[in-house]
């Protein structure tokens, strides 16, 4: 974890609004992917790389009950609500026994570990037979489409910056490889959908504050503004594109 990317996870507030945003864009997708699971409401879950507990709440408002969250930054799992059992640790080492949990799942968090491929057999590990490990969301920045010229610059910056913070950038490209390497069966994803015309002012505004720190140390204050003072127009302006793919990857454990 580069030291950029620690620092950044010690605002804990900053990152678990963030992270509540992030589960409001996947809900319907991860409504769809529990259904298609058929993950009972009673089934036992660990979400890997819980942060503040951002998904396990919504998943306790859609009724689900036996939920536990492992993270490996403790300023996080402090602010998340008491609602769940958590524990502070590695996704790269689970401390659970095997085939401890129903279902395990992680949320935007393979692209921040050093070794994906790693933490999704931990997650096989403390599956049980029958259950599922699921990737639910993770970007391919790879694939990011915007418009006009000057934000594809910005977006370019901002891919460099969570370069540099020890993100791999791609990582959601890679998910069903990785899956099928994890000796897992019955592996399906896909892309959760949206139209790139219509939530391209949405996801801008919704990264302007992403942004300005993600390349703080990249520009000069003074043309960081200006930079994003013109986002912040485009993102009114019919024909802007501000868009990346986030794709997800389930595969069940036999």
């Keep these: 974890m580069g030291e950029d990317l620690e620092e950044a996870l010690n605002d804990s507030t900053f990152w678990h609004a963030r992270y509540i945003q992030q589960a409001g864009w996947t809900r319907e997708a991860r409504r769809y992917i529990f259904n ?14 819980c942060g503040g507990g951002a998904v396990v709440e919504a998943l306790r408002m859609d009724g689900y009950h036996n939920l536990w969250g492992i993270d490996i930054a403790l300023n996080a799992l402090l602010s998340a609500p008491k609602s769940f059992s958590s524990a502070c640790a590695d996704g790269m080492a689970l401390p ?26 931990e997650m096989r590990r403390v599956t049980r037979p029958g259950g599922w490990v699921l990737a639910l969301a993770e970007s391919d920045y790879g694939a990011r489409s915007t418009f006009p010229p000057a934000l594809e610059k910005l977006a370019d910056m901002q891919t460099r910056a969570l370069q540099r913070q020890g993100a791999d950038t791609a990582l959601g490209a890679a998910l069903d490889v990785l899956m099928h390497g994890c000796e897992l069966e019955q592996v399906w994803g ?10 391209a002012g949405l996801a801008l505004k919704g990264d302007l504050q992403v942004l300005r720190r993600d390349l703080s140390g990249s520009m000069e204050s003074g043309a960081l503004d200006i930079a994003l003072t013109q986002a912040q127009k485009w993102a009114e302006m019919e024909g802007t594109r501000w868009h990346v793919p986030v794709r997800y990857a389930c595969g069940k454990v036999v």
């Design 96 to 121: 659970f026994k095997d085939a401890a949990f129903d279902h395990c799942y992680c949320h935007f968090t393979l692209m921040w570990v050093r070794d994906p491929r790693r933490m999704l057999r």
């Design 36 to 49: 298609r699971c058929e993950i009972e409401r009673a089934a036992h879950l660990l979400d890997v790389g």
């Design 190 to 199: 896909g892309e959760i959908t949206a139209d790139p015309r219509e939530s």
